[in-house]
């Protein structure tokens, strides 16, 4: 049996304002007990917003579109030139970088050959002129160029069979500088042949503290004889550094033409610092143009050696469709005095 015990007003209204701030209190407990938890991370797949776990310092962001290949391709080298790409070959020259030879830059080249683009022999450079591989005009003419700082500007050399070279007169783009002596106004270069048979040059040269890609053409009626310039920093504002060095291109099966750069931050430069990425960029309107195709490989890609910087990339096509890079990597190295080497290394992959 229910025993109702009689409330007055008062008391009914103090039981409500006693339940009420019971509730407060309780709601007060639980957002507290909330606020202190330690959370164990888990899965954090699918997470928005920051997460604070250390991460490995890297050179990029953006992922690599080649593999570094495994080992080295040349001890103690840097420099690499491409003197010879076809489909059963390569010759390589580069810098023979011995100790022994630190005074005797003159005995330096060394020419290698392969055929599977990994495993090297050595060849007699004696055989070779450590000049770029010669560009076929459209009337069959071989043409070669190379710089010239006494000369004033950029010369050639001309052959009707790829063997034998004469030089040819005169300059085939004279450089505004003082007797083409400075090194700013014309740095490392490439050179190919258009669909139309004009030759496009492309340059480095150093304004304002940035290293820029400039670009001179030959039309075809020059024969490869002339250049006039075009533009200058063809590739501004495509990387968030300004640094875009040793441009080497390739005009693939395809048509398509790449653009490999070597792109550095402003800070201090290695060894101090680790800098060092190849980026390339495609053109598929015959040079007029180039897109920004994204990164190759970077210094902290390579994983067998303690790599400080990638310099002087080369790329070349292999008859399978495999795109190979060739670049000089400074590496740490405790027993030499400087503490570091350079080796030639590679790193691949294939056209999207």
């Known amino acids: 049996m229910m025993i109702e015990i009689p409330m007055s007003s008062a008391q009914y209204k103090l039981f409500l304002a006693f339940v009420a701030l019971l509730l407060l209190v309780v709601c007060a407990v639980a957002w507290w007990s909330l606020r202190s938890v330690t959370v164990i991370p888990g899965d954090l797949t699918g997470v928005v917003g920051p997460v604070d776990v250390e991460a490995p310092v890297t050179s990029g962001s953006e992922a690599r579109l080649f593999e570094p290949d495994p080992g080295v391709r040349a001890a103690y080298a840097s420099n690499p030139l491409v003197l010879k ?133 030959a039309p075809p009626e020059s024969n490869g004889m002339s250049f006039a310039f075009v533009a200058s920093g063809i590739l501004d504002g495509t990387l968030a550094d300004a640094t875009y060095a040793d441009p080497h291109t390739i005009v693939l099966k395809n048509g398509d033409v790449w653009l490999v750069v070597m792109n550095q931050s402003r800070t201090e430069h290695p060894p101090k610092s680790r800098q060092g990425i190849i980026y390339a960029y495609v053109s598929r309107d015959d040079g007029e143009t180039f897109e920004l195709h994204g990164r190759l490989v970077g210094w902290d890609d390579f994983k067998e050696m303690e790599v400080l910087s990638l310099n002087d990339p080369k790329i070349v096509e292999f008859p399978d469709g ?14 030499v005095e400087q503490g570091y080497r350079w080796d030639l290394v590679s790193a691949s992959g294939r056209m999207e």
Not at 89 to 109: G, H, M
Not at 128 to 142: F, H, I, S
Not at 172 to 194: A, I, K, L, M
Not at 322 to 335: G, K, N, S, W
């Open 85 to 217: 790409s076809n489909e059963r070959e390569i010759v390589l020259a580069y810098e023979f970088r011995s100790v022994e030879l630190k005074n005797e830059p003159q005995d330096r080249v060394r020419v290698m050959r392969t055929e599977d683009g990994l495993t090297f022999s050595e060849e007699s450079s004696n055989a070779w002129r450590a000049v770029p591989e010669a560009l076929v005009m459209r009337d069959g003419t071989y043409r070669r160029y190379f710089f010239d700082p006494n000369a004033g500007g950029l010369r050639s050399e001309s052959s009707t069979d790829g063997v034998a070279f004469a030089m040819d007169d005169g300059i085939r783009y004279e450089v505004d500088t003082d007797g083409g002596t400075n090194p700013h106004q014309f740095g490392v270069s490439t050179y190919f042949v258009d669909a139309k048979g004009g030759v496009v040059l492309l340059y480095n040269s150093t304004i304002n503290d940035e290293i820029v890609v400039n670009r001179a053409y």
């Open 322 to 335: 495999t795109l190979r890079i060739y670049v000089a990597a400074m590496v740490e190295d405790a027993t």
